[in-house]
């Protein structure tokens, strides 16, 4: 793959799951998104002969988001943490606040698992993805992919009940 064509058909046939996919992870920081967006699509513009197969496009899209996605994070770290989400939260209406404060809280825990957990709620969850979907996408079975939502969703639990005890214990 190397023509400009070839780019601009993997941009208008995967932005919107690149872009959800980093607006998930940075908790609706929609400008930032859109900026990180952008760099994917750099990135996947320079490197573009890696990819081997249009069939795998997304999966190398995404892959290039989440290194954007850690870099950003590790360049800026993440609002969420003992009396940062207060000061976040300052002049915002009482549910408005409490909303953002939850989307930070499940940005911070998501990105506190592992990718592949990650990835299987983002599908489930936020893309609306059937198990049958999920199980054809990854080329596995129904079966596999209910056992692999389970373990995502305790861990998920988990960290999120923990990252939310470490506020309250901070206050």
Partial sequence: MTAASDIGELFDRHFDDVFAYIAFRLAGDLHAASDIAQE???AAW???GRLRTPDAARAWLLGIARHKVADHFRTRPPEVGPGRAAEADAGSSQADAG????ARLVAAALRKLADHQADLLEDKYIRGLSVRAIAQQ???SEKAVESALSRAREAFRRTYESLTKAEEAAR
């Fill in 46 to 48: 320079r490197d573009c």
């Fill in 138 to 140: 990854r080329d596995t």
């Fill in 99 to 102: 909303a953002h404060h939850r």
């Fill in 40 to 42: 994917v699509f750099m």
